[in-house]
C-alpha cells in the first residue's frame, strides 16, 4: 500500500495549457503540502493544507491553485502553463501541522512544459 | 530571510565513513531533519535532531549543536546503495505556524 500517492506521474504538456496534479495519503495524517523540485534539485514548499484549510501559500504565482476536498486529498491546478513551470512536484504529508520533523514524500510527477 | 547551506558534491569509498555538513541561519528554529533522495526518486526521512547531540539509527547518525548552528549526517560502512542525494531540512516557526525549508542538497557518490 503506498503511504502517498500522486498521479500523474510524467505530464508533457503544451504552454498555455492548464494541468492537474493529484495526491492522495492513506496515513490519516491532517497536514499535506506540494513542494517544486527544480532542475538543480532545489525543493521549495509552495502550499502547506491542515484538515482541508490552508495554512501556508509560499508566494506562488496565482495560476497555482490547491484544492483540498478532504484531509487525505491535495490536488495541484496550474493554468497557463509556462516554461519555467518545468520541474518535478512532490505531494508530502506529515502527522499534523506541529509535526513537521518527518514529511511522508509521493513519488512525484514530472512536468515538462514544452 | 534564512538560509541552508550543505557541500554540493561529497565523494567516499565503499565502507568507508562520509559526514555531511549543514549549517543554517535561521530565526524561529525548531528542528534539523535529513532526507535521501536517490536519482529520479522520492526524498525519504532519515533522521530528526530538536535537541543538541547525536542521534543514532543503524548506520546514519545526525548530529546538532544548535548553538553554532550546525548539523550533520554521519554515514558508516558506506554501500554502493548510499549513492544518492542528502537534504538537511530545517523546521521553523514562523507567523505562528509551521514550515520545513530544505538545503540545496550534497550529492553523495559511493566509489569501490
Given at each position: 500500500?503506498?503511504?502517498v500517492?500522486?498521479?500523474?506521474?510524467?505530464?508533457?504538456?503544451?504552454?498555455?495549457?492548464?494541468?492537474?496534479?493529484?495526491?492522495?495519503?492513506?496515513?490519516?495524517?491532517?497536514?499535506?503540502?506540494?513542494?517544486?523540485?527544480?532542475?538543480?534539485?532545489?525543493?521549495?514548499?509552495?502550499?502547506s493544507?491542515?484538515?482541508?484549510?490552508?495554512?501556508?501559500?509560499?508566494?506562488?504565482?496565482?495560476?497555482?491553485?490547491?484544492?483540498?476536498?478532504?484531509?487525505?486529498?491535495?490536488?495541484?491546478?496550474?493554468?497557463?502553463?509556462?516554461?519555467?513551470?518545468?520541474?518535478?512536484?512532490?505531494?508530502?504529508?506529515?502527522?499534523?501541522?506541529?509535526?513537521?520533523?518527518?514529511?511522508?514524500?509521493?513519488?512525484?510527477?514530472?512536468?515538462?512544459?514544452? | 530571510?534564512?538560509?541552508?547551506?550543505?557541500?554540493?558534491?561529497?565523494?567516499?569509498?565503499?565502507?568507508?565513513?562520509?559526514?555531511?555538513?549543514?549549517?543554517?541561519?535561521?530565526?524561529g528554529f525548531?528542528?534539523?531533519?535529513?532526507?535521501?533522495?536517490?536519482?529520479?526518486?522520492?526524498?525519504?526521512?532519515?533522521?530528526?535532531n530538536?535537541?543538541?547531540?547525536?542521534?543514532?539509527?543503524?548506520?546514519?547518525?545526525?548530529?546538532?549543536?544548535?548553538?553554532?548552528?550546525?548539523?550533520?549526517?554521519?554515514?558508516?560502512?558506506?554501500?554502493?546503495?548510499?549513492?544518492?542525494?542528502?537534504?538537511?531540512?530545517?523546521?521553523?516557526?514562523?507567523?505562528?505556524?509551521?514550515?520545513?525549508?530544505?538545503?540545496?542538497?550534497?550529492?553523495?557518490?559511493?566509489?569501490?
Amino acid at each position: 500500500d503506498t503511504a502517498v500517492s500522486q498521479t500523474p506521474k510524467y505530464l508533457v504538456t503544451q504552454m498555455g495549457n492548464d494541468k492537474s496534479i493529484k495526491c492522495e495519503q492513506n496515513l490519516g495524517h491532517d497536514t499535506m503540502y506540494w513542494y517544486k523540485q527544480d532542475s538543480k534539485k532545489f525543493l521549495k514548499i509552495m502550499f502547506s493544507y491542515n484538515n482541508k484549510e490552508l495554512i501556508i501559500n509560499e508566494t506562488v504565482p496565482n495560476r497555482f491553485s490547491p484544492k483540498s476536498p478532504d484531509k487525505a486529498h491535495l490536488n495541484l491546478h496550474i493554468n497557463s502553463l509556462e516554461l519555467g513551470d518545468s520541474a518535478v512536484y512532490f505531494c508530502a504529508s506529515s502527522q499534523g501541522r506541529d509535526r513537521g520533523e518527518k514529511l511522508f514524500f509521493g513519488s512525484g510527477t514530472q512536468l515538462s512544459v514544452l | 530571510g534564512q538560509s541552508l547551506e550543505q557541500p554540493s558534491e561529497v565523494t567516499a569509498v565503499e565502507g568507508a565513513i562520509v559526514q555531511i555538513n549543514c549549517t543554517y541561519q535561521t530565526s524561529g528554529f525548531y528542528g534539523l531533519s535529513w532526507y535521501q533522495q536517490h536519482d529520479g526518486g522520492a526524498p525519504t526521512f532519515l533522521s530528526y535532531n530538536a535537541l543538541d547531540g547525536l542521534e543514532e539509527t543503524g548506520r546514519f547518525s545526525s548530529f546538532l549543536s544548535r548553538s553554532d548552528s550546525y548539523g550533520y549526517l554521519l554515514l558508516q560502512e558506506l554501500q554502493m546503495k548510499d549513492s544518492a542525494s542528502y537534504f538537511c531540512a530545517v523546521r521553523i516557526y514562523s507567523g505562528g505556524y509551521q514550515k520545513v525549508t530544505f538545503g540545496t542538497g550534497t550529492k553523495l557518490q559511493v566509489i569501490p
